[in-house]
């Protein structure tokens, strides 16, 4: 069966204290893999897409890699305003894309 | 520019009472998505369009829900007979789909209460 799974579930940070969230897929295919924020009450905001192994993408804090079987969001020295959820995706032969549960992060100053 | 738009942002049905979901998407992208989201779950596909053409619905729960775009723009998702399972984040995603990005980008949601 196809599946995305993400780790850890939650995430609790100081400031600046550096860390990367786990995002693990069993799908055959892959179009690409993708990384979403989530605030509480708002729609998800793209962050990054992902389409081959070997590839990284760069964002302020953020950094996502993808090997063949997972994807890394690492985040170097956050800040509070980085606190949401992250959300993994993957698309795979049709255009729909499959969601991971997310990775609730908190960062204390 | 402007983003994905959705309306109404909150919607409280009475259980057997039907609604209507709107979506506006960023003008010019082809494909249009929804997306059911539960509390504390990641969003969990219902249809998809490309255009006006339905491509997959096998997402629906049931046949209480039905998906239109008929103009290829802007579409409405419809929830016949309200059930209390059917509380939940109703997101819309469109996508440009030039042939080398699918990404998504998402509006705010509309959240459903069912009493």
């Known amino acids: 069966e196809d599946q995305v799974t993400q780790s850890p579930e939650a995430l609790r940070l100081q400031e600046g204290e550096s860390s990367s969230l786990n995002c693990s897929y069993t799908?055959?295919?892959?179009?690409?893999l993708f990384w979403y924020r989530q605030d509480p009450g708002k729609g998800p905001e793209f962050l990054f897409t992902l389409y081959s192994a070997g590839e990284e993408k760069e964002k302020e804090r953020l950094k996502a890699t993808l090997t063949k079987k997972e994807s890394f969001l690492h985040i170097t020295a956050p800040k509070p305003e980085d606190s949401a959820t992250y959300l993994c995706?993957?698309?795979?032969?049709?255009?729909?894309?499959?969601f991971g549960t997310g990775t609730r992060l908190q960062v204390f100053p | 520019g402007a983003g994905v738009s959705q309306s109404p942002r909150y919607k409280v049905a009475k259980r057997g009472q039907d609604v209507a979901l709107r979506c506006d998407p960023i003008?010019?992208?082809?494909?249009l998505f929804w997306y059911q989201q539960a509390l504390g779950q990641g969003p969990e596909f219902l249809t998809y369009?490309?255009?006006?053409?339905?491509?997959?619905k096998s997402g629906l729960p049931s046949d209480r829900f039905f998906a239109e775009r008929p103009e290829g723009s802007v579409s409405t998702l419809k929830i016949q007979r309200t059930q209390q399972e059917d509380s939940a984040v109703y997101l819309c995603a469109s996508s440009l789909r030039d042939g080398s990005s699918y990404e998504q980008y998402f509006g705010p949601g509309t959240r459903l209460t069912v009493t």
């Open positions: 369009f490309q255009n006006e053409a339905q491509l997959d």
């Open positions: 799908v055959s295919g892959l179009r690409g």
């Open positions: 003008s010019g992208h082809v494909s």
């Open positions: 995706a993957v698309a795979y032969n049709t255009d729909k894309l499959i």
